[in-house]
């Protein structure tokens, strides 16, 4: 018997057995649908960019493809898309440059989403 024999009537002093054996069994039960699981996904932050926002003539839409304004920055962008089409940048490399936050890699995400699916996006920070 435990602390709370004193504290039971006599008549219940009978039970405190099946009691204390209740309160062990519910202390080691689990019961998983309590809570409710969720499959959380990831979002990248760039996840909103699908492309430059360029018309067919290569001028870039106020607000197209995630981007809004940039309009000198995505038409650059999309003179390299056109030069990486026609076979005249292979072998070279693309550096931009800028402060943080001017959308350095938002444009790199375009040009890659430009060329299309086989053409893999891998960020490099540092």
């Known amino acids: ?3 709370f024999q004193n504290t039971l009537p006599p008549c219940a002093l009978k039970h405190t ?3 204390s054996l209740s309160l ?12 409710a699981r969720q499959a959380t996904q990831r979002v990248s932050n760039h996840a909103h960019i699908k ?5 067919e003539n290569g001028h870039p839409l106020p607000i197209a493809s995630g981007f809004v ?10 003179f390299v898309v056109d030069m990486i089409r026609e ?3 292979a072998g070279r490399a693309l550096l931009l440059t ?7 890699t938002a444009l790199a995400l375009g040009i890659s989403q430009e060329l299309g699916s086989k053409v893999p996006f891998c960020p490099m920070v540092g």
């Open 51 to 55: 492309g430059l926002g360029l018309d």
């Open 24 to 35: 062990t069994l519910i202390g080691t039960m689990r019961i998983e649908e309590a809570s």
């Open 87 to 89: 076979k005249k940048m």
């Open 69 to 78: 304004d940039q309009a000198e920055a995505r038409e650059a962008c999309g």
């Open 17 to 19: 057995h099946t009691l």
């Open 1 to 3: 018997m435990g602390w």
């Open 98 to 104: 800028g402060a943080s936050g001017t959308g350095k």
